[in-house]
C-alpha cells in the first residue's frame, strides 16, 4: 500500500512550458485535491475532485487544468508555466465515507519557474 | 473569510523543553480544528483534531484545547524529543463541512540536543 504518491518530486521549468504533475493513489479514495504551498501563505487549494469524471475549482485555480479519468490518478497541469507558479505542490486523498480532515498527502513536488 | 494564524518560527528548543506553538483562527460557527505535522521530505499527516468546544485533542504525547472564547487551538508538548524537528500546521473546516481545509502558514521546530 503505497499511500499517495507524486512524481517529480523537483522540477524547473522555464516560462510558458507545460508540464504536467502526476499524483496516484491505491486506497480506493473518491476524494483528490491539490493544494499549492508558499513561504507565508500555507497551503491553498487548487482543484478538487469528488469522483472519476468530477472536478471543481478551488481557492487558486488560474493557471492549472485538472481532469480525473480514474479513481486512482488526478494530474494537475501547468500549460505555460509562470514564475508566480514557483511552489510546493502537494496532492491529497480522502475517502467519500471520512470527514475532509482525514486526507492522506503525497510527499509534494517542489516547482521552479525561471 | 476563514483564516489560521500561527506563531512564525522557526522555534529551537533543547531536547526535553516544554513546547507551545500558538494558534488563533477566525471563523463563524463551530469550525473543526486540526494540527498536521510535516516531517522532513514527506506530505502532512494529521497529528490531532477537536471537532467542538472545549474538546481536547492529543496524540503522540501532543495536545491541543479547542477554545471557543479565545478562538485558540494551541499545540502543547510537555517535552520533546529531537525526532519532533517538523513543520506543524493549524488548520480548520468551517461549519458545515466541505472539502476545504484553511491552514496555517506553518510553524518550524527544531529540537537540539
Known amino acids: 500500500n503505497a499511500g499517495v504518491t507524486q512524481t517529480p518530486k523537483f522540477q524547473v521549468l522555464k516560462t510558458g512550458q507545460s508540464m504536467t504533475l502526476q499524483c496516484a493513489q491505491d486506497?480506493?479514495?473518491?476524494?483528490m485535491s491539490w493544494y499549492r504551498q508558499d513561504p507565508g501563505m500555507g497551503l491553498r487549494l487548487i482543484h478538487y475532485?469528488?469522483?472519476?469524471?468530477?472536478?471543481d475549482q478551488g481557492e487558486v485555480p488560474n493557471g492549472y487544468n485538472v481532469s480525473r479519468s480514474t479513481t486512482e490518478d488526478f494530474p494537475l497541469r501547468l500549460l505555460s508555466a509562470a514564475p508566480s507558479q514557483t511552489s510546493v505542490y502537494f496532492c491529497?486523498?480522502?475517502?467519500?465515507?471520512?470527514?475532509?480532515?482525514?486526507?492522506?498527502f503525497g510527499p509534494g513536488t517542489r516547482l521552479t519557474v525561471t | 473569510g476563514d483564516s489560521v494564524t500561527q506563531m512564525e518560527g522557526p522555534v529551537t528548543l533543547s531536547e526535553e523543553a516544554f513546547l507551545t506553538i500558538n494558534c488563533t483562527y477566525t471563523a463563524t460557527g463551530y469550525p473543526s480544528l486540526f494540527w498536521y505535522v510535516q516531517y522532513p521530505g514527506e506530505g502532512l499527516q494529521l497529528l490531532l483534531k477537536?471537532?467542538?468546544?472545549?474538546d481536547k485533542g492529543s496524540n503522540k504525547g501532543f495536545e491541543a484545547t479547542y477554545r471557543k472564547e479565545t478562538t485558540s487551538f494551541h499545540l502543547e508538548k510537555g517535552s520533546v524529543q529531537v525526532s519532533d524537528s517538523a513543520v506543524y500546521f493549524c488548520?480548520?473546516?468551517?461549519?458545515?463541512?466541505?472539502?476545504?481545509?484553511?491552514f496555517g502558514t506553518g510553524t518550524q521546530l527544531k529540537v537540539e540536543l
Open positions: 491529497a486523498s480522502r475517502s467519500s465515507g471520512g470527514s475532509s480532515y482525514e486526507q492522506y
Open positions: 477537536a471537532t467542538k468546544a472545549d
Open positions: 488548520a480548520l473546516r468551517a461549519t458545515g463541512g466541505g472539502n476545504k481545509l484553511t
Open positions: 475532485s469528488v469522483g472519476a469524471g468530477i472536478t
Open positions: 486506497m480506493n479514495h473518491e476524494y
